[in-house]
């Protein structure tokens, strides 16, 4: 899905407003934990932000499906099972998951979102 | 000593905004250490003030049903220090609102002089994030609101209509 350049512009405010990172910092590519810093508290900023600045409304666990990656079905040692990739993967239609399954370490999934994964989920969302 | 870090309300918008004093006094137990020679209010204690006038507002919107905690302070700016006999007013206004917490913006002045700019969110924790431990009961909150006169002075989003006590804090 090609990303709207306006959803950028807005995303890319609203990630430098709450991660107090530069412009330049926020590229499509950049990851939100490992590239800008985001803590899992930021989340919740981020959340907040954007449903101002697109007048969205996001549930809690919407854009990181805490009940997959706590439910002992889609489990396995730590990892996603098929089950639960599958689970996840219809449950955040927005983000591309191609790197994740090779490796699905639940803990790892919030270190794997792109500006680019938020810029989709915000596209969906306005559908 | 109990964790109070403002003396009450003079203003509570429900849902909306609130204005809380904070009385500076010498005879507080921190000030003898902070500093010996020179005593000032520390700027840690005016940030748990602020956020325990924007906390309880957040609170008292949701008659208590969630778990409020100050999740992140993304600004604080200082621009003087808070010496004995000063009253501080903590003017708080919420920005944003939603299931899953609320953002504030707070300023403290000393008189008519700014003395500091916040910017902080309150997360409401769910069950699983605390165990079955409650963090207050319901009396813990009704004595709050009462000693800080909430009930004496508060209204309605319109500023004017005058708050009811809610149900969650009748009998008992």
Known sequence: ???????????????????????????????LVGDLGAESIDFLDIVFHLEKA???KV??????????????????????NAEGMAALRERLPFIDLTEFEKNPVVQEFPSR???????RFVQHKKQ | MRWYWIDRYTE??????????????????????????????PHSLVVEGVAQTGGLLVSEFNECREKVVLAKLTKAVFYCEPRPGDVLTYRVQVQYLNANGASITATSHIGDKLHAEFDMMFAYLRDNDFGDKELFTMQDYKHLFFNFHVYDIG???????????????KNI
Do not use: W
């Not at chain 1, 899905?1 to 405010?13: N, R």
């Not at chain 1, 549930?59 to 996603?80: H, M, S, V, W």
């Not at chain 2, 209204?155 to 804090?169: H, N, R």
């Open chain 1, 1 to 31: 899905m090609a990303i709207d350049p306006e959803i950028f512009e807005k995303v890319q405010a609203t990630l430098c407003d709450a991660l107090s990172v530069d412009e330049d910092e926020v590229t499509e590519e950049a990851t």
């Open chain 1, 54 to 56: 697109f007048n969205i």
């Open chain 1, 59 to 80: 549930e809690r666990g919407e854009l990181f499906p805490e009940d997959i990656f706590t439910d002992a079905k889609y489990t396995q040692n730590n990892r996603l």
């Open chain 1, 113 to 119: 979102m792109t500006v680019a994964d938020m810029c």
């Open chain 2, 12 to 41: 509570f918008v429900r849902g909306t905004r609130a204005t809380a004093v904070k009385c500076v006094s010498l005879a507080e137990e921190h000030m003898h250490d902070h500093f010996n020679h020179y005593p000032i209010m």
């Open chain 2, 155 to 169: 209204t309605e989003a319109d500023g004017v209509t005058p708050i009811s006590v809610p149900d969650c804090f």
